[in-house]
């Protein structure tokens, strides 16, 4: 992959109580990634769900909008330091897309279109903590945001929540992803300042 943007320097810190520690408010929508923007369009896109023992769960664009949604209204926070608060997403529940599927597994392999991985613990990604989301404050996701849909799990930093997400391959032992391979934290609590291993 290419040289990752440029991010942003500290700031000094609100007073605001939702703010975690280390970070700075925006009000525009900082666009972060590591090498070209995919474009994927709907009728080509797919997601699986891939469990341990090598079952194959996919949803279709027309699956997936046709599955009950969500909008939930939540706050973000970049390990690069910015946080947005309240923004509005619409998406599918993975409570809703992993609810028929048998695992014994702990753990998440989030994969990407252009390749980017990331890891987590399956608990994180179920209980209404995080979506397969498309559309962003009422409009289409736009690509440079991870569209058509990214995953969204808010209560961690936001390199978590895997632009062009193409599917969850399940673990049974956790393994590290792009950026965690490369020293970001294995879990990235924003309130704890998990940004780099040893965090």
């Not at 474009?39 to 194959?56: D, L, Q």
């Not at 599918?92 to 390749?115: I, R």
């Not at 409009?139 to 936001?158: K, Q």
Request: glycine share 10%; with cysteine.
């Amino acid at each position: 992959m290419g040289i990752v943007t440029p991010g942003f320097r500290g700031r000094a810190r609100s007073d605001d109580e939702r703010l975690p520690p280390g970070q700075y408010l925006v009000e525009d929508f900082p666009v972060l990634s590591a090498g070209p923007t995919p474009r994927v369009r709907t009728e080509n896109w797919r997601f699986t769900v891939t469990t341990e023992a090598g079952r194959k769960h996919e949803w279709s664009w027309d699956d997936l909008v046709a599955l009950p949604s969500e909008t939930p209204t939540v706050d973000i926070h970049c390990v690069t330091r910015w946080s947005k608060l309240s923004t509005t997403w619409r998406g599918v529940s993975l409570d809703t897309l992993l609810e028929d599927v048998d695992t014994a597994a702990d753990h998440v392999m989030v994969e990407s279109h252009g390749g980017y991985t990331t890891n987590l613990p399956l608990e994180d990604l179920l209980d209404g903590q995080a979506w397969i989301a498309y559309e962003f404050e009422g409009e289409d996701l736009p690509a440079e945001h991870g569209g058509p849909a990214r995953l969204l799990v808010p209560h961690l930093y936001f390199w978590k929540s895997a632009k062009w997400v193409e599917g969850l391959r399940l673990m049974l032992d956790d393994d590290l992803g792009f950026w965690e391979a490369a020293g970001y934290h294995s879990y990235g609590d924003p309130w704890r300042e998990q940004r780099y291993q040893g965090d």
